[in-house]
Protein backbone atom coordinates (compact mmCIF):
# COMPACT_ATOMS: atom_id res chain seq x y z
CA UNK A 1 0.00 0.00 0.00
CA UNK A 2 1.40 3.29 -0.83
CA UNK A 3 2.02 5.92 1.77
CA UNK A 4 -0.49 8.78 2.55
CA UNK A 5 0.78 11.61 3.56
CA UNK A 6 -1.03 14.87 4.61
CA UNK A 7 0.40 18.10 5.78
CA UNK A 8 -1.52 20.56 7.90
CA UNK A 9 0.21 23.81 7.24
CA UNK A 10 -0.35 27.71 6.94
CA UNK A 11 1.50 28.94 3.92
CA UNK A 12 3.96 31.61 5.94
CA UNK A 13 5.01 29.45 8.78
CA UNK A 14 8.36 28.48 8.78
CA UNK A 15 7.25 25.37 10.71
CA UNK A 16 5.36 23.90 7.55
CA UNK A 17 8.05 25.31 5.43
CA UNK A 18 10.48 22.78 6.88
CA UNK A 19 8.37 19.80 6.83
CA UNK A 20 7.67 20.58 2.98
CA UNK A 21 11.82 21.01 2.11
CA UNK A 22 12.21 17.87 4.28
CA UNK A 23 9.15 16.15 2.64
CA UNK A 24 10.93 17.13 -1.26
CA UNK A 25 14.22 16.03 -0.43
CA UNK A 26 13.08 12.54 0.34
CA UNK A 27 11.03 12.93 -2.95
CA UNK A 28 7.57 12.72 -1.11
CA UNK A 29 4.52 14.63 -2.08
CA UNK A 30 2.01 15.45 0.73
CA UNK A 31 -1.27 16.46 0.31
CA UNK A 32 -1.27 19.90 1.33
CA UNK A 33 -4.20 21.22 3.82
CA UNK A 34 -3.80 24.88 4.76
CA UNK A 35 -5.54 25.72 8.17
CA UNK A 36 -6.56 28.79 10.45
CA UNK A 37 -3.06 28.75 13.28
CA UNK A 38 -5.60 30.60 15.34
CA UNK A 39 -8.10 27.80 15.93
CA UNK A 40 -5.43 24.87 15.13
CA UNK A 41 -1.90 24.00 16.41
CA UNK A 42 0.36 23.72 12.99
CA UNK A 43 2.22 22.10 11.21
CA UNK A 44 0.90 19.00 11.65
CA UNK A 45 1.76 15.54 9.45
CA UNK A 46 -0.43 12.58 9.30
CA UNK A 47 1.37 9.33 7.71
CA UNK A 48 -0.80 6.61 7.18
CA UNK A 49 -3.85 8.29 9.18
CA UNK A 50 -1.28 8.68 12.36
CA UNK A 51 -0.31 12.16 13.21
CA UNK A 52 2.80 13.45 14.35
CA UNK A 53 2.66 17.36 15.79
CA UNK A 54 5.95 19.55 16.62
CA UNK A 55 7.85 20.44 13.56
CA UNK A 56 11.25 18.83 14.92
CA UNK A 57 10.22 16.01 15.87
CA UNK A 58 7.87 15.95 12.68
CA UNK A 59 11.26 16.49 11.06
CA UNK A 60 12.80 13.77 12.88
CA UNK A 61 10.08 11.34 11.95
CA UNK A 62 10.23 12.02 8.35
CA UNK A 63 14.14 11.66 8.13
CA UNK A 64 13.58 8.52 10.03
CA UNK A 65 10.48 6.68 8.08
CA UNK A 66 12.20 7.87 4.38
CA UNK A 67 15.88 6.77 5.81
CA UNK A 68 16.66 5.57 1.88
CA UNK A 69 17.27 9.44 0.59
CA UNK A 70 18.92 12.33 1.62
CA UNK A 71 19.63 11.74 5.07
CA UNK A 72 19.28 15.24 7.36
CA UNK A 73 20.51 13.77 10.44
CA UNK A 74 24.36 12.28 10.67
CA UNK A 75 25.21 8.64 11.58
CA UNK A 76 26.94 9.64 14.30
CA UNK A 77 25.44 9.57 17.86
CA UNK A 78 27.27 12.81 18.61
CA UNK A 79 26.77 14.40 15.85
CA UNK A 80 23.09 13.89 15.82
CA UNK A 81 23.17 15.35 19.56
CA UNK A 82 25.04 18.41 18.34
CA UNK A 83 22.44 18.74 15.08
CA UNK A 84 19.08 18.42 17.63
CA UNK A 85 21.02 21.14 19.81
CA UNK A 86 21.31 23.84 16.92
CA UNK A 87 18.30 23.02 15.44
CA UNK A 88 16.36 23.76 18.87
CA UNK A 89 18.35 26.74 19.62
CA UNK A 90 17.42 27.95 15.87
CA UNK A 91 13.93 27.99 17.08
CA UNK A 92 14.47 29.54 20.71
CA UNK A 93 16.12 32.04 19.41
CA UNK A 94 15.05 33.30 15.90
CA UNK A 95 11.24 33.06 15.88
CA UNK A 96 10.74 35.13 19.26
CA UNK A 97 13.61 37.55 18.25
CA UNK A 98 12.21 38.02 15.01
CA UNK A 99 8.66 38.32 15.82
CA UNK A 100 9.70 41.54 18.39
CA UNK A 101 11.42 42.73 15.71
CA UNK A 102 8.49 43.49 13.36
CA UNK A 103 5.64 43.01 16.47
CA UNK A 104 7.54 46.32 18.90
CA UNK A 105 8.88 49.28 18.60
CA UNK A 106 11.43 51.97 20.12
CA UNK A 107 13.70 50.43 22.58
CA UNK A 108 12.16 46.69 22.28
CA UNK A 109 12.58 46.54 18.87
CA UNK A 110 16.08 47.87 19.05
CA UNK A 111 17.50 45.57 21.29
CA UNK A 112 15.67 42.89 19.16
CA UNK A 113 17.74 43.86 15.95
CA UNK A 114 20.86 43.62 17.98
CA UNK A 115 20.46 39.97 19.76
CA UNK A 116 18.95 39.05 15.88
CA UNK A 117 21.87 39.78 14.46
CA UNK A 118 24.16 38.61 17.56
CA UNK A 119 22.37 35.33 16.80
CA UNK A 120 23.11 35.13 13.31
CA UNK A 121 27.06 35.94 14.34
CA UNK A 122 27.12 32.30 16.46
CA UNK A 123 25.05 30.92 13.53
CA UNK A 124 27.37 31.88 11.08
CA UNK A 125 30.73 30.68 13.27
CA UNK A 126 29.14 27.51 14.11
CA UNK A 127 28.43 27.14 10.02
CA UNK A 128 32.64 27.73 9.66
CA UNK A 129 34.17 26.62 6.43
CA UNK A 130 31.53 24.37 5.60
CA UNK A 131 28.91 24.41 2.64
CA UNK A 132 25.80 23.62 4.66
CA UNK A 133 25.65 23.00 8.70
CA UNK A 134 25.55 19.14 8.50
CA UNK A 135 28.68 19.17 6.05
CA UNK A 136 28.47 18.80 2.65
CA UNK A 137 24.87 18.31 2.26
CA UNK A 138 21.87 19.97 3.38
CA UNK A 139 21.55 18.66 6.75
CA UNK A 140 18.76 18.85 9.70
CA UNK A 141 20.12 22.48 10.93
CA UNK A 142 19.87 23.74 7.80
CA UNK A 143 16.53 22.67 6.90
CA UNK A 144 15.38 23.95 10.48
CA UNK A 145 16.80 27.43 9.73
CA UNK A 146 16.65 28.33 6.52
CA UNK A 147 12.57 28.20 6.90
CA UNK A 148 12.77 31.53 8.25
CA UNK A 149 14.66 32.91 5.00
CA UNK A 150 11.04 34.07 4.09
CA UNK A 151 10.71 36.26 7.32
CA UNK A 152 14.04 38.16 5.95
CA UNK A 153 12.80 40.96 4.23
CA UNK A 154 10.02 41.60 7.26
CA UNK A 155 13.47 41.39 9.86
CA UNK A 156 15.52 43.48 7.81
CA UNK A 157 12.63 46.06 6.82
CA UNK A 158 11.41 46.73 10.24
CA UNK A 159 14.68 46.33 12.10
CA UNK A 160 16.14 49.00 9.63
CA UNK A 161 19.64 46.79 8.74
CA UNK A 162 21.00 44.14 5.97
CA UNK A 163 21.86 41.12 6.82
CA UNK A 164 24.25 40.16 4.24
CA UNK A 165 26.30 43.91 5.02
CA UNK A 166 26.48 42.23 8.72
CA UNK A 167 26.86 38.55 7.81
CA UNK A 168 27.98 37.74 4.52
CA UNK A 169 28.36 34.52 4.75
CA UNK A 170 25.50 33.92 6.47
CA UNK A 171 24.03 34.87 3.49
CA UNK A 172 26.33 32.82 1.02
CA UNK A 173 24.66 30.13 3.12
CA UNK A 174 21.48 30.89 2.15
CA UNK A 175 21.97 31.15 -1.55
CA UNK A 176 23.71 27.40 -1.01
CA UNK A 177 20.35 26.01 0.35
CA UNK A 178 18.39 28.13 -2.22
CA UNK A 179 19.98 26.36 -5.33
CA UNK A 180 18.00 22.98 -4.19
CA UNK A 181 15.01 23.22 -5.73
CA UNK A 182 13.35 21.64 -2.63
CA UNK A 183 14.38 24.60 -0.96
CA UNK A 184 13.29 27.58 -3.12
CA UNK A 185 10.36 25.86 -4.15
CA UNK A 186 8.84 25.55 -0.55
CA UNK A 187 9.78 28.99 0.39
CA UNK A 188 7.28 31.55 -0.21
CA UNK A 189 8.05 34.97 -1.54
CA UNK A 190 9.26 37.61 0.61
CA UNK A 191 7.25 39.84 -0.43
CA UNK A 192 4.26 38.36 0.08
CA UNK A 193 5.39 37.50 3.88
CA UNK A 194 5.87 41.31 4.38
CA UNK A 195 2.23 42.03 3.10
CA UNK A 196 1.06 39.58 5.44
CA UNK A 197 3.23 41.22 8.32
CA UNK A 198 1.98 44.38 7.50
CA UNK A 199 -1.60 42.71 8.00
CA UNK A 200 -0.64 41.40 11.42
CA UNK A 201 0.87 44.92 12.76
CA UNK A 202 -2.79 46.62 12.02
CA UNK A 203 -4.52 43.54 13.53
CA UNK A 204 -2.43 44.41 16.67
CA UNK A 205 -2.65 47.89 16.29
CA UNK A 206 0.75 48.69 15.71
CA UNK A 207 1.56 51.62 13.47
Not at 174 to 183: A, G, I, Q
Not at 191 to 205: F, H, I, N, Q, T
Request: some cysteine; glycine content about 6%.
Amino acid sequence: MADEVVLLDFWPSPFGIRLRIALAEKGIVPLLLQMNPVHKKIPVLIHNGKPVSESLIALQYIDEVWNHKAPLLPSDSYLRAQARFWADFVDKKIFEIGRKLWATKGEEQNAAKKEFLDCIGVLERELGDKPFFGGDTLGFVDVTLISYYSWFLVYEKFGNFSVEAEHPEYIAWVKRCMEKESVSKSLPEQEKVYDYAMLLRKKLGIE
